[in-house]
């Protein structure tokens, strides 16, 4: 239960962003999520998407995102096996990840 607050908690601080994303992908399953460098970066592997953005594998950048926050999602989705949306800040670049939702 208390996994579930916290996801929810985090998607709504997620919510009150005011960026519109330039592409959305939808129905993610996570298969493997981490820190990708020093700098905090986030990575994840995606499957089981529609796809729309063509990531199959996408970083959520501390300029971006609070990556905290993003790999608490992630992490929730996998150990849930919960689908998620990763909304990404320019159209043809899977390193511009921003937002992500419990679907």
Do not use: W
Not at 11 to 36: E, P, R
Not at 49 to 71: D, G, H, I, Q
């Amino acid at each position: 239960m208390k996994q579930f607050n916290l996801a929810i908690s985090l998607i709504t601080l997620c919510l009150a962003s005011t960026v519109h994303a330039k592409c959305v992908q939808n129905n993610n399953t996570v298969t493997f999520n981490g820190l990708d460098d020093a700098n905090g970066t986030i990575y994840a592997s995606l499957r089981d998407s529609n796809n729309k953005c063509n990531c199959t594998e996408v970083r959520f950048k501390p300029e971006y995102t609070n990556t905290e926050m993003a790999l608490s999602i992630l992490l929730t989705a996998k150990i849930s096996k919960t689908k998620v949306r990763v909304d990404f800040l320019e159209e043809n670049s899977c390193n511009t990840a921003y937002r992500i939702y419990l679907e």
